[in-house]
């Protein structure tokens, strides 16, 4: 599976972006879609995930500001992201699984490369 993650930039504090995922897979509908984080010096970090039957995840620094969504018809996951604070600069990722399980715990199957996010203070 190739994914591609778009949409990051340079954003204030206290605004938003929307990440887009695209997805060159014919199974994406059946697939666990996911987001990570990784800022500088940090681990990656599990952000949200999004079941193929649309059930979502989030991580607790995700819930109430950011939500994902999916278009399987377009082979696409979305990051919508608001209320952007400074710790959320990070490079975003996204990846593929069988199960939001195996995104949640890190394991996903498949990574793309990913979109830097630079929230200014």
């Known amino acids: 599976v190739q994914l591609q993650a778009s949409g990051g930039g340079l954003v204030q504090a206290g605004g938003s972006l929307r990440l887009s995922c695209a997805a060159s897979?014919?199974?994406?509908?059946?697939?666990?879609m996911g987001w990570f984080r990784q800022a500088p010096g940090k681990e990656r970090e599990f952000v949200a995930a999004i079941s193929w039957r649309g059930n979502v995840y989030y991580a607790d620094t995700a819930k109430g500001r950011f939500t994902i969504s999916r278009a399987n018809s377009e082979k696409t996951v979305y990051l919508q992201m608001n209320n952007l604070e400074f710790d959320d600069t990070a490079i975003y990722s996204c990846g593929a699984a069988g199960s939001p399980d195996e995104l949640r715990n890190g394991i996903p199957t498949s990574w793309g490369q990913g979109t830097l996010v630079t929230v200014s203070s």
């Open positions: 897979d014919r199974w994406f509908s059946r697939r666990a």
